[in-house]
């Protein structure tokens, strides 16, 4: 077991063993090291009106083990476990329980009073056994020790040094609380507010905000999680559910849990993971994605981005599916418009097109890149010695890192597995919301086969005037002008445009598309035929398509995500 074990005793020289019960922490989470370390002592102080007082002094040893726990993570918090042996019940505060730090040699009453502690009332319990936890504070040096208070007998069964955590966990024998180092009060509500005195506040370079990891008793239905004023609508999976704290508003809050009957089995702030800070050799891009459902990248605060032109994500559910957010079209085409014409565009594919043969071009709004088509862009561009630009090459490098693309010893690029999405903050909040469905989509096609079979079942068997009219649009349309002699592709931007909005709105959808003036000018024939019909063929074919991806990932047409701001 990776932490720092501290075993304890009391007064009267009773050894508690420590056991490791708290498997609510993955030891992958922590930066692992095990010792064994010798007791420390306890000096008892009894207070008339407040009940006893327990002081535990770590020993030099210890201190030692604890600042070198401290120095490496960045974080620590010291969780200990408690067991109520008989409450007195005279006084409302007979049942009150204190727990906290003290940084004297000598502590006494007087020294502690006023310093932050973390309360608890013990009739609750029952007689059973609980975990508090409380974090240090980052820039202060390390506690001597720490302190329980309490009018009622207790027995300390344990206490270990562990990575930094705020919230609580219900998923093993012992329920856990965990508090950030201004304290606190054990009242069912998880409280962030003190948490930058642990954690990063902001994103850079020196560090990342903490992550919220959310797990649920149930695996069906929804739930509303609330940080601060801002509301989380939740749809529960067999997974627990990543919040990076750098997507919310209020971060550090009051964290309210409208839904009494499914408050989550465990809530829990942590550190975010140290491989996110890496960088490109150049020192000024961000190689690692964060992991996230897509549903927060719409309003992700650019201030918490971790480079300058653009920020990387992967999708949680779908490993290898990266989403690029990129600050503006012209940065976005610096990345992906060659591409979008090497691999999609009617008489330009299998070409690279030169600056020169680009400049006035429009590529796309958004972008979706397989990795096959990615791995033979960059092959090319090598056996040809094409000058790529900057953004391309850094594109190379993040593929390549996130095993998108593989590069040889001798430079050959090959297909790893995953793809690239992207789409640009300049894009306006209805179409971002659109886009990152509707790339998204594509991203769970590029990876799935399952998914691209349902898709041509669909294809094969959907009205053929239908198809005829979606198939001249992406034909004629200058902003797409796809390959329509491209199956592939042709199924792929099918299925896209059927789920990038809800059903409900899917047949409008395309009689709006069909009287469109170039749509009138250039297809007039097939888009009469969608008004007259009132684009039924359209949402028969997204409601077959809806009802598979909700099935199999609990996702709907429109809706790639499974939080909902």
Same mark, same amino acid.
């Given at each position: 077991?990776?932490?720092?074990?501290?075993?304890?005793?009391?007064?009267?020289?009773?050894?508690?063993?420590?056991?490791?019960?708290?498997?609510?922490?993955?030891?992958?989470?922590?930066?692992?090291?095990?010792?064994?370390?010798?007791?420390?002592?306890? %000096?008892? $102080?009894?207070?008339?009106?407040? @009940?006893? =007082?327990?002081? &535990?002094? *770590?020993?030099?040893?210890?201190?030692?083990?604890?600042?070198?726990?401290?120095?490496?993570?960045?974080?620590?918090?010291?969780?200990?476990?408690?067991?109520?042996?008989?409450?007195?019940?005279?006084?409302?505060?007979?049942?009150?329980?204190?727990?906290?730090?003290?940084?004297?040699?000598?502590?006494?009453?007087?020294?502690?009073?006023?310093?932050?502690?973390?309360?608890?009332?013990?009739?609750?319990?029952?007689?059973?056994?609980?975990?508090?936890?409380?974090?240090?504070?980052?820039?202060?040096?390390?506690?001597?020790?720490?302190?329980?208070?309490?009018?009622?007998?207790?027995?300390?069964?344990?206490?270990?040094?562990?990575? %930094?955590? $705020?919230?609580?966990?219900?998923? @093993?024998? =012992?329920?856990? &609380?965990? *508090?950030?180092?201004?304290?606190?009060?054990?009242?069912?509500?998880?409280?962030?507010?003190?948490?930058?005195?642990?954690?990063?506040?902001?994103?850079?370079?020196?560090?990342?905000?903490?992550?919220?990891?959310?797990?649920?008793?149930?695996?069906?239905?929804?739930?509303?999680?609330?940080?601060?004023?801002?509301?989380?609508?939740?749809?529960?999976?067999?997974?627990?559910?990543?919040?990076?704290?750098?997507?919310?508003?209020?971060?550090?809050?009051?964290?309210?849990?409208?839904?009494?009957?499914?408050?989550?089995?465990?809530?829990?702030?942590?550190?975010?993971?140290?491989?996110?800070?890496?960088?490109?050799?150049?020192?000024?891009?961000?190689?690692?994605?964060?992991?996230?459902?897509?549903?927060?990248?719409?309003?992700?605060?650019?201030?918490?981005?971790?480079?300058?032109?653009?920020?990387?994500?992967?999708?949680?559910?779908?490993?290898?599916?990266?989403?690029?957010?990129?600050?503006?079209?012209?940065?976005?085409?610096?990345?992906?418009?060659?591409?979008?014409?090497?691999?999609?565009?009617?008489?330009?594919?299998?070409?690279?097109?030169?600056?020169?043969?680009?400049?006035?071009?429009?590529?796309?709004?958004?972008?979706?890149?397989?990795?096959?088509?990615?791995?033979?862009?960059?092959?090319?561009?090598?056996?040809?010695?094409?000058?790529?630009?900057?953004?391309?090459?850094?594109?190379?490098?993040?593929?390549?890192?996130?095993?998108?693309?593989?590069?040889?010893?001798?430079?050959?690029?090959?297909?790893?597995?995953?793809?690239?999405?992207?789409?640009?903050?300049?894009?306006?909040?209805?179409?971002?919301?659109?886009?990152?469905?509707?790339?998204?989509?594509?991203?769970?096609?590029?990876?799935?086969?399952?998914?691209?079979?349902?898709?041509?079942?669909?294809?094969?068997?959907?009205?053929?005037?239908?198809?005829?009219?979606?198939?001249?649009?992406?034909?004629?349309?200058?902003?797409?002008?796809?390959?329509?002699?491209?199956?592939?592709?042709?199924?792929?931007?099918?299925?896209?445009?059927?789920?990038?909005?809800?059903?409900?709105?899917?047949?409008?959808?395309?009689?709006?598309?069909?009287?469109?003036?170039?749509?009138?000018?250039?297809?007039?024939?097939?888009?009469?035929?969608?008004?007259?019909?009132?684009?039924?063929?359209?949402?028969?074919?997204?409601?077959?398509?809806?009802?598979?991806?909700?099935?199999?990932?609990?996702?709907?047409?429109?809706?790639?995500?499974?939080?909902?701001?």
């Amino acid at each position: 077991m990776c932490t720092v074990h501290l075993f304890i005793r009391f007064f009267k020289k009773t050894i508690f063993a420590f056991s490791c019960v708290f498997l609510f922490f993955s030891c992958s989470r922590k930066s692992g090291f095990h010792l064994s370390i010798p007791d420390f002592y306890a %000096a008892e $102080v009894s207070e008339s009106a407040a @009940g006893t =007082v327990r002081f &535990f002094t *770590f020993t030099k040893e210890q201190s030692g083990a604890i600042a070198t726990f401290f120095e490496k993570n960045g974080d620590a918090s010291l969780l200990v476990q408690i067991t109520p042996l008989k409450v007195r019940q005279k006084l409302p505060a007979d049942e009150e329980l204190s727990f906290g730090f003290f940084y004297q040699d000598a502590p006494s009453l007087g020294e502690i009073a006023g310093v932050p502690v973390v309360t608890d009332k013990l009739l609750k319990y029952a007689g059973s056994s609980f975990a508090l936890a409380f974090c240090f504070e980052k820039g202060k040096s390390i506690p001597n020790g720490f302190f329980i208070k309490s009018a009622s007998k207790v027995r300390v069964e344990s206490a270990q040094i562990l990575r %930094a955590f $705020v919230g609580h966990d219900f998923s @093993g024998d =012992v329920p856990v &609380f965990a *508090f950030a180092p201004n304290g606190g009060v054990n009242n069912g509500t998880d409280d962030f507010r003190g948490a930058s005195l642990a954690f990063n506040s902001t994103n850079s370079r020196e560090g990342l905000m903490p992550t919220i990891t959310v797990k649920f008793r149930e695996t069906n239905g929804s739930q509303k999680i609330a940080f601060g004023g801002e509301v989380l609508f939740i749809r529960r999976n067999e997974r627990p559910v990543e919040i990076p704290t750098a997507a919310l508003k209020s971060p550090f809050s009051l964290v309210r849990y409208p839904d009494e009957e499914a408050y989550p089995i465990s809530v829990l702030l942590t550190a975010s993971d140290k491989n996110l800070l890496t960088f490109a050799q150049s020192g000024k891009n961000v190689l690692s994605p964060i992991k996230i459902d897509p549903g927060l990248i719409m309003n992700w605060p650019r201030n918490n981005w971790r480079g300058n032109d653009y920020e990387l994500f992967e999708w949680d559910r779908f490993p290898g599916v990266l989403f690029f957010d990129i600050s503006t079209y012209d940065v976005q085409d610096e990345f992906f418009r060659r591409l979008a014409f090497f691999v999609e565009k009617a008489g330009f594919k299998g070409r690279l097109l030169t600056d020169s043969e680009l400049k006035g071009k429009h590529g796309y709004n958004a972008h979706d890149y397989k990795a096959d088509d990615l791995a033979r862009f960059f092959e090319k561009a090598r056996r040809e010695q094409f000058p790529l630009n900057e953004k391309e090459l850094l594109l190379k490098e993040i593929l390549a890192a996130n095993g998108v693309i593989q590069i040889s010893a001798n430079g050959e690029v090959t297909a790893g597995a995953g793809a690239a999405i992207s789409i640009s903050q300049e894009s306006p909040m209805y179409l971002r919301t659109t886009f990152i469905a509707h790339e998204g989509w594509h991203g769970i096609f590029f990876i799935d086969e399952d998914f691209r079979n349902t898709v041509a079942s669909i294809y094969y068997t959907i009205d053929p005037q239908t198809l005829a009219y979606l198939r001249r649009y992406f034909q004629v349309t200058p902003t797409l002008n796809y390959d329509v002699n491209d199956d592939y592709l042709m199924k792929n931007e099918f299925m896209a445009y059927l789920l990038q909005r809800p059903v409900s709105q899917t047949a409008q959808y395309f009689v709006d598309m069909a009287k469109r003036e170039h749509s009138q000018q250039l297809a007039k024939r097939q888009a009469d035929y969608i008004i007259e019909t009132g684009g039924s063929g359209f949402e028969g074919a997204a409601r077959l398509l809806d009802e598979y991806v909700s099935d199999r990932w609990n996702l709907n047409a429109g809706r790639v995500w499974l939080i909902t701001r």
